[in-house]
């Protein structure tokens, strides 16, 4: 099997609709954010967070990662898709298409 197989290279995407009416809620959210960021994930709208992964068992790591940083309140879903999948996607940003976001490029040492 190809180690770079559009079926194997993983996407994940974080979605979440968190409270922001108090000032802890609103430092709950952004910290949550921070801490996506901070674990490689890319904004993709204002409340989807995204992130491209090498293999399946690299995208567990960081779904996990993303569990251990779910805050008190709100709602979080977490979905990994194929690259396949995710390349199948039409996006549009006012009428007109645009192009999806290319995976990052993982150097690997031996």
Known sequence: ????????????????????????ERKAAGDFRKRLIADGFNMFQFSIYIRHCP???????????VKSLLPQ??????????????GEMELFVSRKETKLP???IQLELF
């Not at 099997?1 to 802890?24: A, G, H, I, N, Q």
């Not at 293999?55 to 990662?65: D, L, M, Q, T």
């Not at 309140?73 to 995710?86: A, E, P």
Request: hydrophobic share 40%.
């Open 73 to 86: 309140y709100g709602k979080i879903g977490i979905l990994c898709i194929t690259d396949k999948q995710f």
């Open 55 to 65: 293999s399946v068992e690299n995208a567990k790591v960081h779904i996990k990662r």
């Open 1 to 24: 099997m190809d180690r770079f197989s559009e079926y194997r290279v993983m996407w994940v995407l974080v979605l979440f609709d968190l409270p922001t009416e108090t000032k802890k």
């Open 102 to 104: 290319v995976g990052s």
